[in-house]
């Protein structure tokens, strides 16, 4: 079941105590009621509801265990007596231990339910922000996740794994608070790299004075746009950090969509539309600005900072263009000419390609019938031949893309000159390859094994994470030498 307090997660600051009061005393007296009744699982709405209006009043959680012991919910009563003895003896992690427990069933309601009392509790426990960060990512509330991760970074600016028996190195990762980070869940497991993060734009704040003992740096910032305070903080640290360092802070800021054109500039077999920003909130509007920069219609025009497709829109004449420019806040846009991708089948392909120490591997093919082309979006699961497809350029990429296209792709990550990196791509009619986005923020992750349709791809992954491991086994020797 989902413990959650729907829209009142924090409650309102203008309503006044008593009125929350005489809510709390309202619904507990109603679910009192019914638990006295018998009635255990309809106790179970009007308790939960008290505890959005009293979030720190430990008898009601009493209660709350009471109806969902009666009700057959064991784990969720458990999880309300253990907050009942928190609260009394102000033990937030024991109640951030609860609202872990859930996360990790993916039960981000509950999750969230828990974290906010342990925030209520005590808001000077840094890891109570950062779990609390995660839950309302995954519920789609991006703008307070960010939030909660800078509270958290504020209070502790360096977090350190623990040590494993089977850890072969430290990493010292610089990293920023907001989800603009290199996605190491899979890349770098834990047991393998001990990680120590510091959110480098903040100093050194918190209980952890100084930074232990590392092998490597790899800095992890890996958008440029989204977090030029945490590339600059790293710039500066890097001349001092005294060991190899992974993706230097001065190549990623090359990666921008808009330098990216320029990055790969000359590059025989390889075509990147001009790509220029426009700032909606100062200069000319916005089909003047299209001119000005002698773009040519289709022109696609999209929130800097934005990704998955977020706020990407295609403008065909200066009249959608100047209907486009009056719409919505300030803010900066990328604008860039629209290339028709479509395959002679219909369909849009669209590749991605991981760079390992510059070389490249493959890593999935997204075939849609849409222009806005996602790999989650495409249902590759709809077709075989689609699959079928994807397992033929993971197999032999050279084979699928052609010799010169592939040749192209191994420029492309010379060019970009990172340790670890991605593009995003397609192929033209004449062979050139396409590029969508070259970063370091790409997402390589395993596919469930109980995906039937999609596992057939994890053998091709667990190439990427072991050049990955090879590629850092290098770098910690060459950084004995």
């Known amino acids: 079941m989902q413990m959650t307090d729907t829209a009142d997660r924090v409650a309102p600051q203008d309503r006044a105590s008593e009125h929350l009061d005489e809510l709390a005393a309202r619904l507990l007296a109603e679910g009192q009621a ?11 709405t009007p308790l939960q509801q008290a505890t959005v209006a009293r ?78 960060g995660i839950a309302l990512r995954e519920l789609g509330r991006e703008q307070e996740s960010e939030t909660c991760a800078r509270n958290a970074c504020m209070r502790q600016s360096i977090f350190i794994d623990h040590a494993w028996p089977m850890q072969r190195r430290s990493i ?37 004075r100084e930074l232990p003992p590392y092998d490597l740096v790899f800095n992890v910032i890996g958008d440029p746009d989204r977090a030029p305070q945490g590339l600059a903080a790293a710039a500066r640290f890097v001349p001092q950090a005294g060991k190899p360092v992974l993706n230097p802070p001065e190549r990623i800021a090359l990666t921008s969509r808009d330098q990216i054109p320029l990055l790969l500039a000359g590059l025989e077999g390889v075509h990147m539309p001009p790509t220029v920003r426009w700032d909606s909130g100062s200069g000319p509007d916005l089909a003047a600005s299209i001119a000005a920069a002698g773009l040519q219609y289709p022109v696609t025009l999209r929130p800097v ?67 806005v082309l996602h790999y989650v979006t495409a249902d590759m699961r709809s077709d075989a031949w689609k699959t079928e497809e994807e397992r033929r350029f993971l197999d032999d990429p050279q084979a699928a893309l052609g010799a010169a296209a592939w040749r192209a792709l191994g420029e492309i990550g010379r060019r970009l000159d990172l340790d670890y990196c991605g593009v995003d791509f397609s192929l033209l009619p004449d062979g050139r390859v396409l590029v969508f986005e070259a970063n370091a923020t790409m997402l390589v992750h395993p596919e469930n094994a109980e995906d039937q349709a999609l596992r057939f791809k994890n053998p091709y992954v667990q190439r990427i994470f072991e050049a990955f491991e090879g590629m850092l086994a290098r770098r910690m020797a060459q950084g004995a030498q």
Request: glycine residues 8%.
């Open 305 to 371: 900072g934005k990704h998955g497709g977020a706020g990407l829109r295609r403008l065909e004449t200066p009249q959608e263009a100047d209907d486009a420019g009056g719409q919505g806040q300030s803010c900066e846009h990328y604008l860039s000419v629209y290339c028709d991708y479509r395959s002679p089948d219909g369909y849009f392909r669209k590749y991605r390609v991981v760079f390992v120490d510059r070389e490249p591997l493959p890593y999935h093919l997204a075939i849609g019938g849409q222009w």
């Open 34 to 44: 019914l638990l006295a009744a018998g009635q255990a699982a309809a106790a179970i």
């Open 172 to 208: 010292l990762l610089l990293c920023t608070s907001g989800h603009d980070n290199v996605p190491l869940q899979f890349l770098m497991p834990s047991p393998t790299n001990r990680q120590i993060r510091w959110a480098v734009e903040f100093g050194i704040v918190g209980p952890v």
């Open 55 to 132: 979030p720190l009043e430990a008898g009601i959680y009493e209660l709350l265990a009471q109806a969902m012991q009666s009700a057959d919910h064991a784990a969720d009563a458990m999880a309300a007596r253990i907050a009942a003895t928190a609260i009394r003896q102000r033990a937030a992690p024991d109640i951030i231990a609860i609202g872990a427990s859930y996360a990790r069933h993916k039960q981000w309601d509950a999750a969230g339910y828990w974290f906010l009392r342990a925030l209520l509790l005590n808001p000077d426990i840094a890891d109570t922000h950062l779990h609390m």
